[in-house]
């Protein structure tokens, strides 16, 4: 549980028991002889009940004030206080463990705050605080120690094994020095080959149980590119006492990879996922929106998988963590957790580990959508798949353009293929959009260059600001207009999350309204000190608007903003209902701004359901979750579609054109779309 902001297949048949547990007490001292009807810590961990372990400390800590760039360990000797009132928080939940507020609490993390030399300060005070905790509670409660990554991934490029090694090794001593720990969680790691050695360094250091767990990306691997089966055999062999996977993603994406641990590992498996995808509500502060029914409602899934420890990671509260508990404590029958209940455990002691073991799209269609796709009047008339993004919004011509992203690890011969596709069935306006995993990708500006110049169609650039300089962002759009782009949608962009706070080392030094801005002064002859250029730009440009948006007033305020800083038409996220576009419709009217609607069609309930709940700003109606989930798996893309076309000939009248995904980048399924707009 850092906490920090970063379709299910079958359930697999788990390697380890999830019967209820035996009512048998637990002593609860760390050290020392156990009473004779004791089990220990590394028993409890064994798999025989479904534990739940508390959920994010750090997104406790951003809720009550606490910046997102300060270092959260020191908080355990400057306000000890919140720490512990957090940790109250979470056993009064329900959570059988709590771990302590030491995630990053090691010489180098601490070190860019300017406290390297209070390394074993803040992890004895942290752990003390959990134990003190755990006493009050009333009744058994495991305390462990979270363990981090020696290094960040920006300073694992500079950091060895060898220092790696001995940063955690001063860490972990200062955890177990004063026999206040049960067990230690090692999470959050990116990089197998930084697990194992943090595994061979906590076993040398103490006897303690040890939890191992990884962190996977939206594509189910790690950063290093290991697979959870990877990872499940590599960590078994291993003095492990359970291996899990924790962070980066929620629950849907996560329950994915879990059932893989379960499938390939020797031991019990945990897994804690993030509350969805983290988004940006300022300079420095994120937000998180999945609630606690569906939060509970993927951990039991996550038990039924074979997990045998459940909680949370970043973005999850107390009240996600008690919605888990009673879905744990229904599942194996009122055992009971935490404040509802101490029958499964009681007092604990810590003894030495055990080591683990397609159709054609129709001649007919294909003429009507050539970049633009009608007239002022409304009527569908052929077209140019070369022609001017700004000639036709200014001359009222309907636009259809189709969506495309940056393939991951930089290989661009699949989108060239792709736009080549479009093209040859009449859509010739693509917009290339940001890549949105943790893997390495093509720029977009790069790639709707590489677009127009290798396969001969228009692109308009998706361009954000995140982690670029003012400066930087100006070069770049002055190198690109010098060779052909002509049209870009302006995006503040998120950092994508892979592990401990998302965007923490980020560059913000302009949102979409200030890249917008610069652009216009481009487009004047300025540039972004207001010093005269040799030449004026010619850029067309765009900006988002978000029918979905949680806060609908912001957002067309927002919008506004982005109409007076100069943008001359606006791209919406995806719309899966008509009654959020229509409001915007009306919000913008009298602006005389074109409005693209974007549609990316469902593909099944699992979708659906993820973007439903994870993903912030989207709006599914019920209906459309009922639809998808009657469809089945067999039926889910086709249902998907027909929802989609509908959406599409309701909404034609209101926007002045579309951007269209294909689902599975296949540009043959666009045709019930396509037909939608005839």
Known sequence: MSGTPTGPGSTSTASTSTAPASTAPISTGPAGPAPANSVSAAQVLSGERVLVADGAMGTMLHAAGAALDRSLPELNVSDPGLVATIHDSYL????????????????????????????????????????????????????????????????????????????????????????????????????????????????????????????????????????????????????????????????????????????????????????????????????????????????????????????GCCGTTPTHIRAAAEAVRGRDG?????????????????????????????????????????????????????????????????????????????????????????????????????????????????????????????????????????????????????????????????????????????????DSVGLTGLLAGLNAGRDSNGLALTARTSFCIGARVNPGARDAKAEIARAHAKIRAGARYLVSRPVHEVDSLSRVVEALEGTGIPLLLSVAPLTSFEDADYLAHEVPGVTIPAGTLDAMERAGRSGGRAVGLELAAAVLAKARPLVSGVVLSAPGDDPSALTPLLDALA
């Open 334 to 510: 009122g055992q009971g957790h935490g404040a509802a209940g101490t029958a499964g455990l009681g007092p604990v002691t810590a003894v030495p580990r055990t080591a683990g073991r397609a159709a054609g799209t129709s001649g007919t269609t294909a003429a009507r959508m050539a970049g633009t796709a009608g007239t002022a009047d409304g009527s569908v008339s052929a077209g140019t798949a070369t022609g001017s993004l700004a000639e036709h919004l200014t001359a009222g011509r309907f636009v259809v353009a189709a969506a495309i992203t940056p393939p991951a690890a930089g290989w661009a011969g699949d989108a060239d293929r792709l736009a080549a596709e479009f093209a040859d069935r009449g859509i010739g306006l693509l917009l290339v959009e940001q890549g949105g995993s943790a893997r390495t990708h093509m720029d977009s500006l790069n790639m709707a260059l590489q677009l127009q110049q290798r396969v001969g169609v228009e692109t308009i650039a998706t361009v954000t600001t995140w982690d670029k300089t003012i400066m930087s962002l100006q070069a770049d759009l002055l190198g690109a207009h010098a060779l052909g782009i002509r049209s870009v949608v302006c995006t503040t962009g998120s950092p994508p999350v892979f592990g401990d706070y998302p965007a923490v080392d980020g560059t913000w030094e302009v």
């Open 92 to 311: 009064s939940a329900g959570a059988d463990i709590i771990q302590a507020n030491t995630f990053g609490a090691n010489r180098l993390w601490l070190e860019d705050h300017g406290f390297p030399d209070r390394v074993a300060e803040i992890n004895r005070a942290g752990i003390r605080l959990a134990r003190a905790a755990a006493d009050r509670a009333g009744r058994a409660v495991l305390v462990a120690a979270s363990v981090s990554p020696a290094v960040t991934g920006q300073q694992r490029r500079r950091v060895g094994a060898e220092e790696r090694m001995e940063v955690l090794r001063e860490q972990i001593s200062a955890l177990v020095a004063d026999g206040a720990a049960d067990l230690l969680i090692l999470e959050t790691f990116g990089y197998l080959d930084e697990l194992v050695e943090a595994v061979s360094v906590a076993a040398s250091v103490t006897n303690l149980p040890l939890i191992a767990q990884a962190t996977f990306a939206d594509d189910a691997h790690t950063l290093g590119g290991e697979t959870p089966r990877e990872v499940a055999t590599v960590l078994s062999a291993l003095p492990v006492a359970m291996i899990g996977t924790n962070c980066t993603v929620g629950p849907q994406r996560m329950l994915v990879v879990a059932e893989d641990l379960v499938r390939y590992s020797a031991v019990p498996v945990s897994a804690q996922p993030n509350a969805g995808q983290p988004r940006r509500t300022g300079p420095r502060s994120f937000e998180f929106a999945i609630d606690g029914g569906y939060f509970s409602r993927y951990l039991a899934r996550f038990a039924d998988a074979g997990v045998t420890l459940v909680g």
